[in-house]
Protein backbone atom coordinates (compact mmCIF):
# COMPACT_ATOMS: atom_id res chain seq x y z
CA UNK A 1 0.00 0.00 0.00
CA UNK A 2 1.73 3.30 -0.95
CA UNK A 3 0.24 6.55 -2.30
CA UNK A 4 3.40 8.03 -3.69
CA UNK A 5 5.14 7.79 -7.17
CA UNK A 6 8.68 7.19 -7.66
CA UNK A 7 10.77 10.35 -8.15
CA UNK A 8 14.51 10.11 -9.53
CA UNK A 9 15.86 11.10 -5.77
CA UNK A 10 13.91 7.70 -4.97
CA UNK A 11 16.48 5.66 -7.06
CA UNK A 12 18.89 5.19 -4.46
CA UNK A 13 18.82 2.95 -1.28
CA UNK A 14 16.49 0.52 -3.24
CA UNK A 15 16.55 -2.20 -6.16
CA UNK A 16 12.84 -2.26 -6.81
CA UNK A 17 13.21 0.94 -9.05
CA UNK A 18 14.71 2.09 -11.78
CA UNK A 19 14.79 5.46 -14.23
CA UNK A 20 12.55 3.87 -16.27
CA UNK A 21 9.87 4.19 -13.43
CA UNK A 22 10.01 7.77 -12.48
CA UNK A 23 6.42 8.97 -12.30
CA UNK A 24 4.76 5.93 -12.09
CA UNK A 25 3.10 3.97 -8.72
CA UNK A 26 5.12 2.85 -6.17
CA UNK A 27 2.93 0.09 -5.29
CA UNK A 28 2.79 -1.37 -8.67
CA UNK A 29 5.90 -1.18 -9.89
CA UNK A 30 7.23 -2.73 -6.95
CA UNK A 31 4.78 -5.79 -7.34
CA UNK A 32 6.23 -6.38 -11.00
CA UNK A 33 9.31 -5.96 -9.92
CA UNK A 34 9.04 -8.78 -7.33
CA UNK A 35 7.51 -10.76 -9.72
CA UNK A 36 10.33 -10.84 -11.36
CA UNK A 37 12.56 -12.80 -9.51
CA UNK A 38 9.70 -14.16 -7.48
CA UNK A 39 6.97 -15.26 -9.82
CA UNK A 40 5.31 -17.70 -7.44
CA UNK A 41 4.20 -14.50 -4.88
CA UNK A 42 0.32 -13.49 -3.95
CA UNK A 43 1.21 -9.77 -4.22
CA UNK A 44 -1.73 -7.08 -4.46
CA UNK A 45 -0.47 -3.19 -5.21
CA UNK A 46 -2.64 -0.80 -3.41
CA UNK A 47 -1.84 2.90 -5.01
CA UNK A 48 -3.86 4.57 -2.04
CA UNK A 49 -2.99 5.79 1.26
CA UNK A 50 -2.99 3.39 4.46
CA UNK A 51 -4.85 6.37 6.20
CA UNK A 52 -8.11 5.88 4.09
CA UNK A 53 -11.06 3.93 5.98
CA UNK A 54 -11.34 1.61 3.68
CA UNK A 55 -8.56 0.13 5.49
CA UNK A 56 -10.35 -0.68 8.77
CA UNK A 57 -9.63 -3.02 11.79
CA UNK A 58 -11.23 -5.76 9.52
CA UNK A 59 -8.93 -5.17 6.58
CA UNK A 60 -5.77 -5.62 8.90
CA UNK A 61 -7.16 -8.62 10.29
CA UNK A 62 -7.03 -10.32 7.21
CA UNK A 63 -2.82 -10.41 7.74
CA UNK A 64 -0.75 -12.36 9.70
CA UNK A 65 1.49 -9.99 9.72
CA UNK A 66 1.89 -6.05 8.69
CA UNK A 67 5.61 -4.45 7.98
CA UNK A 68 5.95 -1.02 7.82
CA UNK A 69 8.06 1.15 5.98
CA UNK A 70 7.15 4.82 6.05
CA UNK A 71 8.85 7.72 6.56
CA UNK A 72 6.14 10.13 8.40
CA UNK A 73 5.49 9.78 12.10
CA UNK A 74 1.45 10.45 11.85
CA UNK A 75 1.07 6.70 9.43
CA UNK A 76 3.36 5.30 11.83
CA UNK A 77 1.33 5.89 15.00
CA UNK A 78 -2.25 5.07 12.61
CA UNK A 79 -0.73 1.66 11.81
CA UNK A 80 0.14 1.08 15.45
CA UNK A 81 -3.34 1.37 16.57
CA UNK A 82 -4.82 -0.17 14.04
CA UNK A 83 -2.52 -3.18 14.30
CA UNK A 84 -3.23 -3.09 18.44
CA UNK A 85 -6.81 -2.80 17.73
CA UNK A 86 -6.47 -6.33 15.48
CA UNK A 87 -3.99 -7.87 17.98
CA UNK A 88 -1.73 -8.38 14.64
CA UNK A 89 2.22 -8.21 15.47
CA UNK A 90 3.59 -5.70 13.90
CA UNK A 91 7.13 -4.91 12.43
CA UNK A 92 8.46 -1.31 12.59
CA UNK A 93 11.43 -0.17 10.52
CA UNK A 94 13.49 2.89 10.33
CA UNK A 95 16.65 3.90 9.40
CA UNK A 96 18.98 8.04 10.17
CA UNK A 97 22.02 8.48 8.60
CA UNK A 98 24.30 4.96 8.93
CA UNK A 99 21.67 3.44 11.69
CA UNK A 100 18.69 1.58 10.75
CA UNK A 101 16.59 -0.49 13.64
CA UNK A 102 13.92 -3.05 12.91
CA UNK A 103 11.51 -3.64 15.85
CA UNK A 104 8.71 -6.27 16.73
CA UNK A 105 5.46 -4.80 17.97
CA UNK A 106 3.44 -7.25 19.65
CA UNK A 107 0.31 -5.80 21.77
CA UNK A 108 0.35 -7.07 25.48
CA UNK A 109 3.75 -8.23 24.85
CA UNK A 110 5.99 -5.50 24.01
CA UNK A 111 6.25 -2.00 23.89
CA UNK A 112 3.90 -0.06 20.92
CA UNK A 113 5.59 2.31 18.56
CA UNK A 114 3.77 5.65 20.88
CA UNK A 115 4.86 3.87 24.28
CA UNK A 116 8.10 6.28 24.65
CA UNK A 117 7.99 9.97 23.04
CA UNK A 118 9.63 10.33 19.70
CA UNK A 119 12.42 12.93 18.77
CA UNK A 120 11.36 15.83 16.75
CA UNK A 121 13.43 15.50 13.48
CA UNK A 122 16.09 17.98 13.62
CA UNK A 123 15.96 21.07 11.15
CA UNK A 124 18.57 23.52 10.83
CA UNK A 125 17.45 27.28 10.94
CA UNK A 126 18.10 29.39 7.93
CA UNK A 127 20.78 32.01 9.66
CA UNK A 128 22.57 28.97 11.00
CA UNK A 129 22.88 27.58 6.89
CA UNK A 130 24.04 30.78 5.87
CA UNK A 131 25.83 32.57 8.12
CA UNK A 132 27.04 30.05 11.44
CA UNK A 133 27.50 26.69 10.47
CA UNK A 134 29.05 24.78 13.09
CA UNK A 135 28.54 21.20 11.69
CA UNK A 136 29.70 19.50 8.39
CA UNK A 137 25.88 18.38 8.08
CA UNK A 138 25.65 22.65 7.75
CA UNK A 139 27.51 22.88 5.06
CA UNK A 140 26.55 20.03 2.92
CA UNK A 141 22.90 21.40 3.53
CA UNK A 142 23.83 24.32 2.18
CA UNK A 143 25.99 22.97 -0.75
CA UNK A 144 22.59 21.18 -1.74
CA UNK A 145 20.42 24.32 -1.88
CA UNK A 146 23.55 25.59 -3.67
CA UNK A 147 23.35 22.98 -6.23
CA UNK A 148 19.59 24.51 -6.86
CA UNK A 149 20.14 27.54 -7.08
CA UNK A 150 22.89 27.57 -9.32
CA UNK A 151 21.03 25.04 -11.80
CA UNK A 152 18.16 23.56 -10.59
CA UNK A 153 14.60 25.11 -9.91
CA UNK A 154 15.24 28.17 -7.43
CA UNK A 155 13.59 27.88 -4.01
CA UNK A 156 13.26 31.43 -2.05
CA UNK A 157 12.92 29.50 1.66
CA UNK A 158 16.36 27.79 0.53
CA UNK A 159 18.92 30.91 -0.14
CA UNK A 160 22.30 30.61 0.48
CA UNK A 161 24.04 34.13 0.17
CA UNK A 162 24.27 35.65 3.47
CA UNK A 163 20.85 36.35 5.50
CA UNK A 164 21.14 39.98 6.71
CA UNK A 165 17.81 39.62 8.90
CA UNK A 166 19.87 37.27 11.37
CA UNK A 167 18.50 38.43 14.58
CA UNK A 168 21.40 37.99 16.26
CA UNK A 169 23.62 39.80 13.68
CA UNK A 170 21.45 43.25 14.78
CA UNK A 171 23.30 45.00 12.90
CA UNK A 172 23.03 48.06 10.24
CA UNK A 173 23.27 46.87 6.64
CA UNK A 174 24.08 50.43 5.03
CA UNK A 175 27.07 50.68 7.40
CA UNK A 176 28.25 47.41 7.13
CA UNK A 177 28.00 47.64 3.33
CA UNK A 178 30.64 50.57 3.61
CA UNK A 179 33.36 48.48 5.37
CA UNK A 180 32.67 45.63 3.01
CA UNK A 181 36.34 45.38 1.44
CA UNK A 182 34.91 42.62 -1.35
CA UNK A 183 37.06 42.03 -4.63
CA UNK A 184 36.39 44.83 -6.93
CA UNK A 185 35.57 41.97 -9.80
CA UNK A 186 32.55 42.05 -11.72
CA UNK A 187 29.17 41.11 -9.93
CA UNK A 188 31.07 39.96 -6.63
CA UNK A 189 28.83 41.40 -3.91
CA UNK A 190 25.78 42.59 -6.18
CA UNK A 191 22.89 41.29 -3.73
CA UNK A 192 21.06 39.72 -6.85
CA UNK A 193 19.68 36.00 -7.33
CA UNK A 194 22.15 33.81 -7.28
CA UNK A 195 21.02 32.09 -10.39
CA UNK A 196 21.04 35.25 -12.48
CA UNK A 197 24.47 36.56 -11.59
CA UNK A 198 25.73 32.97 -12.08
CA UNK A 199 24.16 33.28 -15.46
CA UNK A 200 25.55 36.91 -16.18
CA UNK A 201 29.15 35.47 -15.74
CA UNK A 202 29.06 32.64 -17.98
CA UNK A 203 29.19 30.33 -15.01
CA UNK A 204 32.94 30.95 -14.88
CA UNK A 205 34.22 28.72 -11.47
CA UNK A 206 36.81 31.32 -10.61
CA UNK A 207 34.08 34.06 -9.69
CA UNK A 208 31.63 31.50 -8.27
CA UNK A 209 34.35 29.72 -6.52
CA UNK A 210 35.79 34.15 -5.55
CA UNK A 211 31.59 34.99 -4.77
CA UNK A 212 30.61 32.04 -2.59
CA UNK A 213 34.19 31.15 -0.52
CA UNK A 214 35.71 35.06 -0.32
CA UNK A 215 33.41 37.99 -0.94
CA UNK A 216 30.33 36.26 1.01
CA UNK A 217 32.63 35.37 3.47
CA UNK A 218 34.28 39.35 3.66
CA UNK A 219 30.48 40.48 4.11
CA UNK A 220 29.44 37.82 6.61
CA UNK A 221 32.94 38.79 8.80
CA UNK A 222 31.28 42.52 8.65
CA UNK A 223 28.58 41.20 10.72
CA UNK A 224 30.69 41.68 13.61
CA UNK A 225 28.60 40.49 16.33
CA UNK A 226 28.36 37.37 14.96
CA UNK A 227 32.16 36.51 15.73
CA UNK A 228 31.96 37.40 19.23
CA UNK A 229 31.67 34.48 20.72
CA UNK A 230 32.33 32.25 17.66
CA UNK A 231 35.40 31.38 15.61
CA UNK A 232 35.25 33.98 12.39
CA UNK A 233 35.27 32.31 8.88
CA UNK A 234 38.79 32.57 6.65
CA UNK A 235 37.64 33.47 3.26
CA UNK A 236 39.37 31.50 0.51
CA UNK A 237 40.95 33.04 -2.60
CA UNK A 238 41.67 31.25 -5.79
CA UNK A 239 44.90 32.93 -6.95
CA UNK A 240 46.39 32.24 -3.71
CA UNK A 241 45.09 28.89 -4.05
CA UNK A 242 47.07 28.34 -7.21
CA UNK A 243 49.73 29.79 -5.97
CA UNK A 244 49.87 27.04 -2.98
CA UNK A 245 48.97 24.75 -4.91
CA UNK A 246 52.31 24.56 -7.59
CA UNK A 247 54.46 23.81 -4.49
CA UNK A 248 52.31 21.55 -2.54
CA UNK A 249 53.10 17.98 -2.45
CA UNK A 250 50.66 15.77 -4.53
CA UNK A 251 50.17 13.52 -1.31
CA UNK A 252 48.99 16.07 0.25
CA UNK A 253 46.01 16.20 -1.20
CA UNK A 254 44.54 12.50 -0.16
CA UNK A 255 44.16 12.01 3.27
CA UNK A 256 43.49 8.06 3.43
CA UNK A 257 43.77 4.76 1.99
CA UNK A 258 41.18 2.94 0.81
CA UNK A 259 38.75 3.89 -2.65
CA UNK A 260 38.90 6.95 -4.05
CA UNK A 261 35.41 8.26 -2.82
CA UNK A 262 36.38 7.39 0.50
CA UNK A 263 39.45 9.62 0.76
CA UNK A 264 39.58 13.05 2.15
CA UNK A 265 41.29 16.02 -0.33
CA UNK A 266 43.14 19.23 0.28
CA UNK A 267 41.79 22.19 -0.03
CA UNK A 268 43.52 22.23 -3.35
CA UNK A 269 42.11 18.94 -4.62
CA UNK A 270 38.60 20.12 -3.54
CA UNK A 271 38.95 23.72 -5.65
CA UNK A 272 39.56 21.65 -8.51
CA UNK A 273 36.99 19.39 -8.15
CA UNK A 274 34.83 22.45 -7.77
CA UNK A 275 36.03 24.06 -11.09
CA UNK A 276 35.75 20.51 -12.68
CA UNK A 277 31.87 20.02 -11.60
CA UNK A 278 30.95 23.26 -12.78
CA UNK A 279 32.34 22.99 -16.04
CA UNK A 280 30.41 19.72 -16.61
CA UNK A 281 27.14 21.15 -14.93
CA UNK A 282 27.18 24.62 -17.05
CA UNK A 283 27.92 22.04 -20.24
CA UNK A 284 24.54 20.13 -19.51
CA UNK A 285 22.38 22.86 -19.37
CA UNK A 286 23.53 24.32 -22.70
CA UNK A 287 22.92 21.22 -24.07
CA UNK A 288 19.46 21.33 -22.47
CA UNK A 289 18.68 24.60 -24.25
CA UNK A 290 17.99 28.38 -23.07
CA UNK A 291 16.09 28.38 -19.73
CA UNK A 292 16.61 25.11 -18.54
CA UNK A 293 17.18 23.26 -15.51
CA UNK A 294 19.09 20.45 -13.83
CA UNK A 295 17.49 18.19 -11.43
CA UNK A 296 19.14 17.11 -8.45
CA UNK A 297 20.11 13.50 -8.78
CA UNK A 298 22.66 11.97 -6.01
CA UNK A 299 23.86 9.52 -8.18
CA UNK A 300 24.57 12.19 -11.26
CA UNK A 301 28.63 12.13 -10.65
CA UNK A 302 28.75 15.83 -11.46
CA UNK A 303 25.99 16.75 -9.25
CA UNK A 304 27.58 14.77 -6.29
CA UNK A 305 31.60 16.06 -7.05
CA UNK A 306 29.83 19.45 -6.94
CA UNK A 307 27.86 19.20 -3.59
CA UNK A 308 30.83 17.39 -2.52
CA UNK A 309 33.71 20.79 -3.38
CA UNK A 310 31.45 23.11 -2.55
CA UNK A 311 30.48 21.71 0.99
CA UNK A 312 34.24 20.89 2.42
CA UNK A 313 35.69 23.87 1.06
CA UNK A 314 32.39 26.07 3.51
CA UNK A 315 33.83 23.20 5.86
CA UNK A 316 37.36 24.42 5.42
CA UNK A 317 36.14 28.63 5.68
CA UNK A 318 34.32 27.56 8.80
CA UNK A 319 37.24 25.78 10.55
CA UNK A 320 35.62 21.97 10.05
CA UNK A 321 37.89 18.63 9.34
CA UNK A 322 36.80 17.91 5.70
CA UNK A 323 34.77 15.24 4.79
CA UNK A 324 35.15 12.26 1.82
CA UNK A 325 32.57 12.30 -0.84
CA UNK A 326 31.11 9.02 0.98
CA UNK A 327 31.00 10.42 3.87
CA UNK A 328 28.91 13.50 2.06
CA UNK A 329 26.91 11.20 0.29
CA UNK A 330 26.10 9.18 3.60
CA UNK A 331 24.23 12.45 4.57
CA UNK A 332 22.64 12.88 1.69
CA UNK A 333 21.08 9.30 1.28
CA UNK A 334 20.37 7.41 4.68
CA UNK A 335 20.90 3.70 3.88
CA UNK A 336 18.06 1.69 4.15
CA UNK A 337 18.47 -1.69 5.57
CA UNK A 338 15.59 -3.51 6.41
CA UNK A 339 16.11 -6.86 8.22
CA UNK A 340 13.00 -8.75 9.00
CA UNK A 341 13.93 -12.42 9.83
CA UNK A 342 17.28 -13.39 8.42
CA UNK A 343 19.68 -10.73 6.79
CA UNK A 344 23.21 -11.10 5.33
CA UNK A 345 25.30 -7.92 5.31
CA UNK A 346 29.05 -7.77 3.47
CA UNK A 347 29.67 -4.14 5.19
CA UNK A 348 32.90 -3.31 7.10
CA UNK A 349 34.65 -5.72 9.63
CA UNK A 350 34.41 -3.36 12.61
CA UNK A 351 31.60 -1.00 11.93
CA UNK A 352 31.14 -0.14 15.73
CA UNK A 353 32.72 -0.47 19.06
CA UNK A 354 31.09 -3.56 20.15
CA UNK A 355 31.99 -4.72 16.81
CA UNK A 356 28.84 -6.07 15.52
CA UNK A 357 26.62 -5.60 12.54
CA UNK A 358 23.25 -7.15 13.72
CA UNK A 359 23.18 -5.93 17.74
CA UNK A 360 20.36 -7.98 19.54
CA UNK A 361 18.27 -5.93 22.30
CA UNK A 362 15.65 -7.20 24.46
CA UNK A 363 12.20 -5.97 24.16
CA UNK A 364 10.70 -4.07 26.60
CA UNK A 365 7.21 -4.58 28.03
CA UNK A 366 4.48 -1.86 27.64
CA UNK A 367 4.63 0.97 29.03
CA UNK A 368 1.83 1.77 31.73
CA UNK A 369 1.70 5.15 31.13
CA UNK A 370 0.88 4.88 27.66
CA UNK A 371 -2.13 6.87 26.05
CA UNK A 372 -1.82 4.45 23.64
CA UNK A 373 -1.54 0.73 24.70
CA UNK A 374 -2.45 1.44 28.13
CA UNK A 375 -5.36 -0.49 29.74
CA UNK A 376 -7.01 2.54 30.37
CA UNK A 377 -5.79 5.20 28.56
CA UNK A 378 -5.79 8.88 29.58
CA UNK A 379 -3.76 12.17 29.36
CA UNK A 380 -3.77 15.41 31.27
CA UNK A 381 -4.00 18.57 29.18
CA UNK A 382 -3.42 22.47 30.22
CA UNK A 383 -4.85 24.56 28.23
CA UNK A 384 -7.48 28.17 28.99
CA UNK A 385 -11.41 27.05 28.56
CA UNK A 386 -11.89 30.53 27.86
CA UNK A 387 -9.35 31.00 24.60
CA UNK A 388 -9.93 27.38 23.72
CA UNK A 389 -12.12 26.88 20.67
CA UNK A 390 -13.41 23.29 19.75
CA UNK A 391 -11.77 23.13 16.35
CA UNK A 392 -8.35 23.99 18.45
CA UNK A 393 -9.02 20.79 20.66
CA UNK A 394 -9.96 18.59 17.43
CA UNK A 395 -7.32 19.57 15.25
CA UNK A 396 -4.42 20.81 17.21
CA UNK A 397 -4.66 18.46 20.12
CA UNK A 398 -6.48 15.15 19.52
CA UNK A 399 -5.50 15.27 15.73
CA UNK A 400 -1.73 16.54 15.66
CA UNK A 401 -0.88 15.88 18.84
CA UNK A 402 -2.70 12.61 20.00
CA UNK A 403 -2.42 11.35 16.21
CA UNK A 404 -6.15 10.63 16.20
CA UNK A 405 -8.00 10.72 12.38
CA UNK A 406 -11.61 11.26 12.95
CA UNK A 407 -12.37 11.48 16.43
CA UNK A 408 -15.38 12.07 17.95
CA UNK A 409 -15.63 13.81 21.40
CA UNK A 410 -18.08 13.45 24.64
CA UNK A 411 -18.49 15.32 27.39
CA UNK A 412 -18.23 13.62 30.92
CA UNK A 413 -21.21 15.37 32.28
CA UNK A 414 -23.51 13.42 33.44
CA UNK A 415 -25.22 14.21 30.34
CA UNK A 416 -23.15 12.59 27.65
CA UNK A 417 -22.51 15.71 25.90
CA UNK A 418 -21.17 14.77 22.06
CA UNK A 419 -18.75 18.23 21.43
CA UNK A 420 -17.56 16.75 18.25
CA UNK A 421 -18.79 14.27 15.96
CA UNK A 422 -16.69 12.88 13.32
CA UNK A 423 -19.94 12.98 11.07
CA UNK A 424 -20.30 15.91 8.65
CA UNK A 425 -22.12 18.61 9.58
CA UNK A 426 -23.37 17.28 13.06
CA UNK A 427 -21.12 19.78 15.65
CA UNK A 428 -20.01 21.91 13.02
CA UNK A 429 -21.90 24.88 14.74
CA UNK A 430 -19.71 23.98 17.96
CA UNK A 431 -16.31 24.80 15.82
CA UNK A 432 -15.61 28.37 16.90
CA UNK A 433 -17.11 28.27 20.46
CA UNK A 434 -15.14 28.24 23.02
CA UNK A 435 -14.63 25.60 25.37
CA UNK A 436 -16.15 26.96 28.58
CA UNK A 437 -19.40 27.94 26.06
CA UNK A 438 -20.24 24.04 27.11
CA UNK A 439 -19.71 24.39 30.57
CA UNK A 440 -15.70 22.62 30.27
CA UNK A 441 -13.49 24.03 33.06
CA UNK A 442 -10.69 22.96 35.64
CA UNK A 443 -11.09 19.43 36.35
CA UNK A 444 -13.41 18.51 33.54
CA UNK A 445 -12.71 14.99 31.78
CA UNK A 446 -13.56 14.40 27.85
CA UNK A 447 -13.63 10.93 26.10
CA UNK A 448 -12.40 10.79 22.89
CA UNK A 449 -13.24 8.11 20.57
CA UNK A 450 -11.62 6.94 17.49
CA UNK A 451 -13.63 4.14 16.30
CA UNK A 452 -11.27 3.68 12.82
CA UNK A 453 -8.35 2.69 14.74
CA UNK A 454 -10.58 1.46 17.48
CA UNK A 455 -9.36 3.99 20.46
CA UNK A 456 -10.55 5.64 23.63
CA UNK A 457 -8.78 8.54 25.05
CA UNK A 458 -9.58 9.83 28.30
CA UNK A 459 -9.04 14.02 28.19
CA UNK A 460 -8.15 15.40 31.96
CA UNK A 461 -8.88 19.07 31.43
CA UNK A 462 -6.69 21.61 33.39
CA UNK A 463 -7.47 25.35 33.23
CA UNK A 464 -4.78 27.77 33.23
CA UNK A 465 -4.36 31.61 32.59
CA UNK A 466 -0.63 31.79 32.68
CA UNK A 467 0.40 29.64 29.48
CA UNK A 468 3.58 31.83 27.89
CA UNK A 469 3.00 33.23 24.66
CA UNK A 470 1.82 31.98 21.95
CA UNK A 471 1.61 28.75 23.72
CA UNK A 472 -1.92 27.19 23.09
CA UNK A 473 -1.79 24.28 25.32
CA UNK A 474 0.47 22.04 26.68
CA UNK A 475 0.87 17.98 27.79
CA UNK A 476 1.52 17.40 31.42
CA UNK A 477 4.64 15.62 31.79
CA UNK A 478 6.46 14.00 28.96
CA UNK A 479 4.11 11.00 29.20
CA UNK A 480 0.32 10.89 29.97
CA UNK A 481 0.15 10.76 33.97
CA UNK A 482 -0.12 7.49 35.04
CA UNK A 483 -3.43 5.99 35.08
CA UNK A 484 -5.04 4.47 38.29
CA UNK A 485 -4.12 1.15 39.20
CA UNK A 486 -6.10 -1.11 37.54
CA UNK A 487 -8.78 -3.02 39.03
CA UNK A 488 -11.59 -5.31 38.02
CA UNK A 489 -13.41 -3.91 35.53
CA UNK A 490 -17.42 -3.89 35.58
CA UNK A 491 -18.87 -5.87 32.97
CA UNK A 492 -19.22 -3.73 30.19
CA UNK A 493 -17.70 -0.81 31.38
CA UNK A 494 -13.93 -1.63 30.66
CA UNK A 495 -12.96 0.90 27.29
CA UNK A 496 -9.03 -0.64 27.02
CA UNK A 497 -8.54 -0.14 23.32
CA UNK A 498 -9.60 -3.22 20.86
CA UNK A 499 -12.22 -6.04 20.75
CA UNK A 500 -13.13 -8.98 23.07
CA UNK A 501 -12.73 -11.21 19.52
CA UNK A 502 -8.98 -9.63 19.70
CA UNK A 503 -8.04 -10.15 23.17
CA UNK A 504 -6.09 -13.65 22.87
CA UNK A 505 -2.87 -13.52 21.55
CA UNK A 506 -3.05 -13.96 17.41
CA UNK A 507 -1.56 -17.32 16.51
CA UNK A 508 -0.70 -18.54 12.60
CA UNK A 509 -3.45 -20.93 13.20
CA UNK A 510 -6.38 -18.40 13.37
CA UNK A 511 -6.21 -17.23 10.21
CA UNK A 512 -7.77 -18.54 6.88
CA UNK A 513 -6.31 -20.65 4.80
CA UNK A 514 -6.72 -17.86 1.75
CA UNK A 515 -5.62 -14.97 3.57
CA UNK A 516 -2.68 -13.33 2.48
CA UNK A 517 0.39 -13.57 5.06
CA UNK A 518 1.81 -9.93 5.05
CA UNK A 519 0.75 -6.49 4.85
CA UNK A 520 3.39 -4.48 3.82
CA UNK A 521 3.03 -0.63 3.79
CA UNK A 522 5.20 1.74 2.16
CA UNK A 523 3.55 5.26 1.89
CA UNK A 524 4.57 9.25 2.77
CA UNK A 525 1.19 10.14 2.55
CA UNK A 526 0.52 12.61 5.18
CA UNK A 527 -3.18 11.87 7.01
CA UNK A 528 -6.10 13.79 5.66
CA UNK A 529 -9.42 14.62 7.73
CA UNK A 530 -11.52 15.45 4.66
CA UNK A 531 -10.86 11.44 3.69
CA UNK A 532 -12.27 9.75 7.24
CA UNK A 533 -15.95 10.15 7.04
CA UNK A 534 -17.69 7.31 8.75
CA UNK A 535 -20.17 5.46 7.19
CA UNK A 536 -24.13 5.49 8.42
CA UNK A 537 -23.66 2.29 9.88
CA UNK A 538 -20.91 3.58 12.14
CA UNK A 539 -22.86 6.75 13.52
CA UNK A 540 -25.67 4.61 14.50
CA UNK A 541 -23.02 2.14 16.45
CA UNK A 542 -21.74 4.80 17.72
CA UNK A 543 -24.66 7.15 19.14
CA UNK A 544 -25.59 3.25 20.46
CA UNK A 545 -21.92 3.48 22.12
CA UNK A 546 -22.73 6.85 23.86
CA UNK A 547 -26.66 6.48 24.62
CA UNK A 548 -26.52 2.53 26.53
CA UNK A 549 -22.87 3.51 27.62
CA UNK A 550 -22.25 0.00 26.09
CA UNK A 551 -18.58 -1.07 25.87
CA UNK A 552 -19.09 -4.33 24.23
CA UNK A 553 -17.00 -3.36 21.44
CA UNK A 554 -14.16 -2.65 23.45
CA UNK A 555 -11.73 -5.54 24.78
CA UNK A 556 -10.06 -5.53 27.80
CA UNK A 557 -6.70 -6.40 27.64
CA UNK A 558 -4.79 -9.50 28.74
CA UNK A 559 -1.49 -9.53 31.13
CA UNK A 560 0.32 -11.28 28.43
CA UNK A 561 3.76 -12.34 29.01
CA UNK A 562 6.41 -13.12 26.58
CA UNK A 563 7.64 -16.41 25.98
CA UNK A 564 10.79 -17.88 26.14
CA UNK A 565 10.97 -17.89 22.30
CA UNK A 566 10.09 -14.44 21.50
CA UNK A 567 11.96 -12.67 19.37
CA UNK A 568 14.45 -9.79 19.90
CA UNK A 569 15.11 -6.77 18.72
CA UNK A 570 17.95 -6.70 15.43
CA UNK A 571 19.51 -2.84 15.95
CA UNK A 572 22.32 -1.55 13.17
CA UNK A 573 23.98 -0.04 15.25
Not at 187 to 198: C, L, Q
Not at 291 to 297: I, K
Not at 363 to 383: F, G, H, Q, W
Request: hydrophobic share 35%; with cysteine.
Amino acid sequence: IDLDTIDVSNLNRQFLFQKKHVGKSKAQVAKESVLRFCPSANITAYHDSIMNPDYNMEFFRNFQLVMNALDNRAARNHVNRMCLAADIPLIESGTAGYLGQVTVIKKGQTECYECQPKPTQKTFPGCTIRNTPSEPIHCIVWAKYLFNQLFGEEDADREVSPDTADPEAAWNPADAAARATASDQDGDIKRVSTKEWARSTGYDPVKLFNKLFKDDIMYLLTMDKLWKKRKAPLPLDWTEIQQIGVHANEAEESCGMGLKDQQVLGVQGYTQLFRRSVETLRSQLIEKGEGAELVWDKDDPSAMDFVSAAANLRMNVFSMNMKSRFDVKCNLTPMLLLCVFFLKIFLNKQPNPRKKLLVPCALDRPNSNCYVCASKPEVTVKLNVHKTIVQALQDKILKEKFGMVAPDVQIEDGKGTILISSEEGETEANNNKFLSGFGIRNGSRLQADDFLQDYTLLVNVIHSEELEKDVEFEVVGDAPDKAPAPSAPEEGKNIANGNKDSAQPSTSSKAAAEDDDVLIIDSDEEPSSSTMEASPESSNRKRKHHDADDAASKRKRLDQQPSDDDEDIIALD
